[in-house]
Nanobody, 122 residues
C-alpha cells in the first residue's frame, strides 16, 4: 500500500492550494480516503474524507465551504481543493486509507502517506 501526497506549500491567508494523493497497491474504490492534518502541538485531525461508495463526504466544521474533496477512482487519485486558507490550516496533510469515513482518527490509523506541508501566513 502506497499513498503519495503533493501540492503543499506556503501561501498567504486567503490563498488557495490543491493537494493531490496518488494511491497504489490496494483497491482504491473499496476504501474510504481521508485527509489528516497534523499541526505542531496538536492531535491529528480528520479534515475531510470520502466514503467507499464515494457518495458521502465529511468535512470538519472549520473547513466547510472552503475545502472540496474529489477523487478519480479510475486513476486512483484523490484531491483536496483548499480555498480561503487561514493560518490555523497550517500543518502537515496526510492522505490516508480506511474502511469508514468520519471524524474519528480510528478509521485512518492504518495506511497513511508521508504528508505534504501546508503553511499559511497571516
Amino acid at each position: 500500500v502506497q499513498l503519495v501526497e503533493s501540492g503543499g506549500g506556503l501561501v498567504p491567508a486567503g490563498g488557495s492550494l490543491r493537494l493531490s494523493c496518488a494511491a497504489s497497491g490496494f483497491p482504491f474504490e473499496y476504501h474510504a480516503i481521508g485527509w489528516i492534518r497534523q499541526a505542531p502541538g496538536k492531535e491529528r485531525e480528520v479534515v475531510s474524507c470520502i466514503s467507499r461508495s464515494g457518495g458521502d463526504r465529511y468535512y470538519t466544521d472549520s473547513v466547510k465551504g472552503r475545502f472540496t474533496f474529489s477523487e478519480n477512482v479510475t486513476k486512483n487519485t484523490a484531491s483536496l481543493q483548499m480555498d480561503n486558507l487561514k493560518p490555523e490550516n497550517t500543518g502537515v496533510k496526510h492522505c490516508a486509507a480506511g474502511y469508514f469515513c468520519g471524524p474519528s482518527m480510528d478509521y485512518f490509523e492504518g495506511s497513511r502517506g508521508q504528508g505534504t506541508t501546508v503553511t499559511v501566513s497571516s
